[in-house]
Structure formats: structure tokens, C-alpha cells
Nanobody, 115 residues
Framework: QVQLVESGGGLVQAGGSLRLSCAAS????????MGWYRQVPGKQRELVAS???????YYANSVKGRFTISRDSAKSTVWLQMNSLKPEDAAVYFC?????????WGKGTLVTVSS
């Protein structure tokens, strides 16, 4: 069973930065893509950023220019660098990995942004 473990969440002031990490128990090149989702109570989980096995990158419009997704295949780790954080970025952030027909989720890491 693949395990994804997130870390790096916390409390930050608006305008600050955080770097989230997702460590995978399997080699990340075995996944078609990996990504970061976020969820706030009462709302659907939304895709924030993703990176494919071929290096294709997607960002939600709300985070373009502020967030950067990157990976290190040798370390089986994916990062989300979050800059210029806004109160509306506060959420539980989940790491996600997809293969054909299967996806895996981490347990999430909480990001709180104070105004």
C-alpha cells in the first residue's frame, strides 16, 4: 500500500511563506502524476497544483504566480512552495498520487493564515 506523508503546514501571517512536503513510500516515477489539493470545511476538495511524470505542471488560477510545485524523484518527494499567502489559502492540504485507475491520498497538513 502506497503511503503519502505530508509535512510543513502551520500558522503563518498573510504575506508569509510555507513549504509543504510530501514523502511517498513508493518511487514517484511510478505515478502518472502527483499533486496538492486543499479543502476547507463545507467545501469540496480542490486541486491546487499538480506535476506529471513528464514534468507537466498545472496550477489553479488562484495560486498562479505564488505557489510552485516541484519534485525530487530520487527522494520520492514532492514539494509545494507557497509564497504571498492569503487568508483564503487557509485549508487542509492533501498530497495526491495517481496511477492508471488508482489514486492515493495523504492524511493532510493544516495551513492557517492569519490576517
Amino acid at each position: 500500500q502506497v503511503q503519502l506523508v505530508e509535512s510543513g503546514g502551520g500558522l503563518v501571517q498573510a504575506g508569509g511563506s510555507l513549504r509543504l512536503s510530501c514523502a511517498a513510500s513508493d518511487m514517484i516515477y511510478s505515478f502518472n502524476s502527483m499533486g496538492w489539493y486543499r479543502q476547507v470545511p463545507g467545501k469540496q476538495r480542490e486541486l491546487v497544483a499538480s506535476i506529471t511524470n513528464f514534468g507537466g505542471i498545472y496550477y489553479a488560477n488562484s495560486v498562479k504566480g505564488r505557489f510552485t510545485i516541484s519534485r525530487d524523484s530520487a527522494k520520492s518527494t514532492v514539494w509545494l512552495q507557497m509564497n504571498s499567502l492569503k487568508p483564503e489559502d487557509a485549508a487542509v492540504y492533501f498530497c495526491n498520487a495517481k496511477t492508471i485507475g488508482t489514486e492515493y491520498w495523504g492524511k493532510g497538513t493544516l495551513v492557517t493564515v492569519s490576517s
